[in-house]
């Protein structure tokens, strides 16, 4: 039945289809970019059809490369998955999990211990950035944690929570804003659409008329700076009911009027569809879903 599939062909093509580069491909393979660029003309040849567009300096895949990538990224990660439960040790193995540093320093880290306890053969390594990984084109990420209002139709996923945003402060402040109107704490997000109306909605609901005459207002470009400046006393804070959870729970900042908040968006763990069977990849989400279960924010 496979006996006339041009399999190296069909490796060199999904590496350099998920690295857009025939150099690049060239290196993981150990091979030289020659001879990638050769199997690449065959497969295009059998298959009767161009794959790439030749551009200076780079190479896009045509539409016929991306539906081929496609369905054939998936078909091999499944393969070396399948291959990899045969092994001796399948519970032990490396995972790298991309998420933002704002929701690694604030709700993962600190419960990670949890994880090495009951996985201590895994071992994690955390990629943080606010720019969101193409989990399709970067195979050396196996799962991402994402906020946003988006669904992923092309990804395996698992809502762990919605959120919302309410104010708080440290006990002094709070205790201070029913007399005077408070220096406000505020993020300058990368996506600002998630942000931007949150104190506006959260005066408006609250009939706090804190921005009219406006009040003082800090802005920090990542939530912990300004989950920070609120515990030191600085003001009051517009944070997440997810990411404040650990400050709460120790005492360093109290909620401001608890029963007025705004709603967030949501985070997910997400996939490359076929990864989620991989072991470790596995026990990082059921650890996930306990974790969110135990917060009591889970969906």
């Not at 998920?18 to 150990?30: D, G, I, N, V, Y």
């Not at 030289?32 to 003309?41: D, G, L």
């Not at 007025?260 to 026990?283: F, K, N, Q, T």
Request: contains cysteine; glycine residues 6%; proline residues 6%.
């Amino acid at each position: 039945m496979f006996a006339s599939l041009p399999l190296t062909a069909l490796r060199a093509f999904e590496s350099a289809s998920r690295l857009l580069s025939f150099k690049a491909a060239a290196h993981e393979l150990s091979v030289s970019p020659t001879a990638v660029s050769h199997q690449i003309r065959t497969l295009e040849t059998w298959l009767g059809v161009p794959l790439f567009e030749r551009l200076p300096r780079q190479v896009r895949l045509t539409e016929g490369g991306e539906r081929l990538f496609h369905s054939l990224h998936g078909a091999l990660l499944e393969v070396a998955q399948s291959v990899d439960t045969l092994r001796p040790q399948r519970s032990t193995g490396n995972l790298t999990l991309s998420t933002t540093p704002a929701f690694a320093a604030l709700w993962l880290v600190p419960r990670l211990g949890r994880f090495y306890a009951a996985h201590p053969g895994i071992s994690l390594r955390l990629d943080t950035n606010c720019d969101v990984v193409d989990l399709q084109q970067d195979a050396s990420i196996d799962l991402a944690i994402r906020y946003s209002l988006d669904d992923y139709l092309n990804l395996y996923g698992l809502c762990l929570f919605d959120e919302c945003f309410a104010v708080y402060g440290s006990p002094e402040q709070v205790a201070l804003a029913s007399e005077r109107a408070p220096t406000l704490i505020s993020v300058r997000w990368h996506n600002s659409k998630l942000y931007a109306l949150g104190w506006q909605a959260w005066c408006e609901k609250a009939g706090e008329d804190w921005l009219q005459p406006a009040s003082p207002i800090r802005e920090y470009d990542e939530e912990h700076y300004a989950l920070q400046a609120a515990i030191a006393g600085q003001g009051l804070v517009l944070a997440s009911n997810i990411l404040v959870s650990e400050s709460v729970a120790s005492g360093l900042l109290v909620p401001y009027r608890p029963q007025i908040s705004v709603d967030g968006a949501g985070y997910s763990a997400l996939c490359v569809p076929g990864r989620e069977r991989h072991p470790p990849v596995r026990a990082f989400f059921q650890w996930l879903q306990e974790e969110a279960r135990l917060s009591g924010h889970a969906l």
